[in-house]
C-alpha cells in the first residue's frame, strides 16, 4: 500500500510540475484584475469581467448617456480602500455603480462620462514600492486595452483636465456614495455646487440596474445555485455541529470552494432567541436542542449577490408550537410567490404578507386577550427587496414601482418574537424566516434558490436521514481506526 500510494504521489507531483512549465511559458500583461489572456479558465475573450462582455458595458455607457441631460457630465469614483490596521486592508469591494460602468474591479480610479470625451477613465500611477507589495494594478494603458476607454489619463492630470470638463457642462451627476476629494476639492465643482448643479448619480445608474440582462441573469442563478447548495450542505452539517460560528464558516467554506469570492454581508446565524434579532451577526453561542437556527446568508460571483433563508430544528424535528409558527411563515411566503409578476409592486406583495401574518398570529393565539395588535413589534421588516450588484439594489428605485421582466427580487415573510415580548411566554424567543430569491418573468415568476428545501416533512427527512448515515461513517471510520 505505501509503494503505491508513493507512486501515485509521484505521478501527482509530475503533472503538477508539467502544469507549472506549461502555464509559465505563457505571456500576458497583468491588469491587476482577471482578464481572458491571465486566467482562461474563468473568462472568454471578448469579456472584462466573467461572465460581462465589453459589448454590454460599452452597451451601458450609451445607456446611461441617453437618460443623462444634454451637457452634462457624469463622475464616478472608485471605492476607497479602508483599513483594518495602519498596513492591513480590509478585503476590498469595488462600488456597484463604479463596477456597472467600467468594469474596473480595483480602487483609486475616477470615470467620467459626457456627450463630448465618452468615457474618460483617470487611472492611479503606481510605484515600483507599491507593486513589490501589492502587485500590479491596472493604469492608463489598461484603460482603453483592458476597459474600452475613450480617453485615459493617469490621476495626476485630473486636476489639469477635469475643471474644464465640468466648467463646459449645464449639470454635473456624480456617485455621491464614493466622492472623492481628489475632485469634489477642485474649485469647478464647489462652484456648480453652489450654484445647485450637482445631483446625484445613482438615480440614473440604479435606474439601469433595475432590469438585469440575460449575462447578469446567468450570473444571478450560478450565485444563487451556489448558495442553494452551500446552505443546503451547512443544514445537513447542523445536527452534529450546533454552533452558530461553525455554520457561519461552514457556509462560507462551501461557497468558496464552489467559486464565490465572498460574502454578500456577514452571514446572519441566530440559534434559539438570537433568531429574533433581524440582524444578528455575533455568530458565538451553541444553539440548544430543540431549538431553532435561522440562517439568512448569501454569496457573491463575480459581482452578483444571492440572499436566502432558512429556518430549521437542528436536532431533527419541529415542536408542535414551532411548526405552527413556521407554518404560517411557509403558507406567506408561498402565497407571495404567486403575487409576482410583471405589473404587480413589492409594496402591493408587502401589504398582502402583513394583512395574512395579522390573521395568522391572532388565530394562533400571539394577540392579546385586550385585542392589541403587536404586529409591528414581531415583524418590522418590508417582505423583500430588490437584488443584483448590491444586496439592496437599485435602492433609488421605490417599492411602488410596476414590477418587470428581468428584476430579480427576494419574498422573506418572517415572525421575531423577543424574550421581552408581553403576550404568551410560549411564544417568546423564537424567530423564524423563509426567504426566497425571485426572478420576474414575462409571464409570471422563477424562484431561483428552489432547490433549498422549505417544507417541514422534507426538512426534517433530510436532517434525520443524514444524521443516520453520518452515524454509520462514523462507526465505520471508529472501526477502522482502531483494527
Same mark, same amino acid.
Given at each position: 500500500?505505501? +509503494? ?29 484584475? *482577471? ?5 482562461? /479558465? =474563468? ?14 458595458? +460599452? ?20 471605492? *476607497? ?8 486592508? #480590509? ?64 490621476? %495626476? ?14 449639470? $454635473? ?30 438615480? =440614473? ?23 442553494? /447548495?452551500? $446552505? ?20 462560507? #467554506? ?87 409578476? *410583471?405589473?404587480?409592486?413589492? $409594496?402591493?406583495?408587502?401589504?398582502? %404578507? ?25 415583524? *418590522? ?34 415572525? #421575531? ?21 425571485? $426572478? ?44
Amino acid at each position: 500500500m505505501q +509503494i503505491l500510494m508513493r507512486k501515485l504521489l509521484q505521478r501527482i507531483s509530475c503533472r503538477q510540475v508539467n502544469g507549472r512549465r506549461v502555464y509559465s511559458t505563457k505571456s500576458f500583461v497583468d491588469s491587476g484584475q *482577471p482578464t481572458p489572456a491571465s486566467h482562461p /479558465q =474563468l473568462m472568454k475573450e471578448g469579456e472584462i469581467t466573467p461572465g460581462i462582455s465589453a459589448e454590454e458595458y +460599452i452597451s451601458r455607457r450609451k445607456r446611461l448617456l441617453e437618460i443623462l441631460p444634454e451637457n452634462s457630465v457624469a463622475i464616478l469614483a472608485a471605492a *476607497p480602500e479602508k483599513m483594518m490596521t495602519d498596513v492591513v486592508p #480590509y478585503p476590498y469591494r469595488q462600488d456597484a455603480n463604479y463596477l456597472y460602468i467600467t468594469g474596473c474591479q480595483q480602487p483609486g480610479g475616477v470615470a467620467v462620462l459626457s456627450h463630448e470625451c465618452g468615457l474618460c477613465m483617470f487611472m492611479p500611477e503606481t510605484s515600483a514600492h507599491d507593486v513589490i507589495w501589492k502587485g500590479q494594478i491596472a493604469g492608463v494603458d489598461a484603460a482603453p486595452e483592458t476597459f474600452k476607454a475613450d480617453k485615459a489619463y493617469p490621476m %495626476s492630470k485630473i486636476q489639469e483636465i477635469l475643471p474644464d470638463m465640468i466648467g463646459r457642462s449645464s449639470k $454635473l451627476f456624480h456617485n455621491q456614495e464614493t466622492a472623492v476629494q481628489t475632485y469634489t476639492n477642485l474649485e469647478a465643482f464647489q462652484k456648480a455646487d453652489f450654484y445647485g448643479a450637482v445631483r446625484n448619480l445613482s438615480r =440614473l445608474t440604479h435606474e439601469l440596474r433595475w432590469v438585469k440582462s440575460p449575462a447578469e441573469l446567468k450570473l444571478m442563478r450560478e450565485s444563487a445555485s451556489i448558495g442553494c /447548495q452551500a $446552505l443546503l450542505q451547512t443544514m445537513l452539517h447542523s445536527k452534529s455541529h450546533p454552533y452558530e460560528g461553525l455554520l457561519a464558516a461552514k457556509f462560507e #467554506y462551501e461557497c468558496k470552494m464552489r467559486g464565490a469570492q465572498r460574502m454578500a454581508f456577514n452571514p446572519v446565524v441566530g440559534g434559539g432567541p438570537n433568531a429574533a434579532v433581524i440582524h444578528y451577526s455575533r455568530n458565538d453561542q451553541k444553539i440548544d436542542d430543540g431549538d431553532l437556527v435561522l440562517m439568512d446568508v448569501g454569496c457573491e460571483l463575480h459581482g452578483y449577490v444571492s440572499d436566502m433563508t432558512r429556518t430549521w430544528p437542528p436536532c431533527g424535528s419541529f415542536s408542535s408550537l414551532e411548526e405552527a409558527l413556521y407554518d404560517l411563515i411557509l403558507q406567506t411566503n408561498k402565497e407571495c410567490l404567486k403575487l409576482c409578476k *410583471p405589473g404587480a409592486s413589492l $409594496l402591493q406583495i408587502h401589504h398582502y %404578507s402583513v394583512g395574512m401574518l395579522r390573521k395568522g398570529l391572532k388565530e394562533i393565539g400571539i394577540v392579546n386577550s385586550d385585542g392589541t395588535d403587536p404586529y409591528n413589534e414581531l415583524n *418590522p421588516t418590508s417582505i423583500g427587496h430588490y437584488l443584483g450588484m448590491d444586496v439592496h439594489d437599485s435602492s433609488v428605485v421605490t417599492y411602488e414601482r410596476p414590477l418587470e421582466p428581468g428584476v430579480v427580487i427576494t419574498i422573506e415573510p418572517g415572525i #421575531y418574537i423577543p424574550l421581552s415580548f408581553s403576550g404568551p411566554e410560549r411564544f417568546r424567543g423564537i424567530g423564524i424566516r423563509i426567504e426566497d430569491e425571485v $426572478l420576474i418573468t414575462e409571464t409570471g415568476y422563477e424562484v431561483l434558490t428552489g432547490s433549498l428545501p422549505k417544507e417541514i416533512k422534507h426538512i426534517e427527512s433530510l436532517l434525520n436521514n443524514f444524521s443516520s448515515e453520518t452515524g454509520r461513517e462514523n462507526h465505520i471510520n471508529a472501526k477502522a481506526a482502531t483494527s
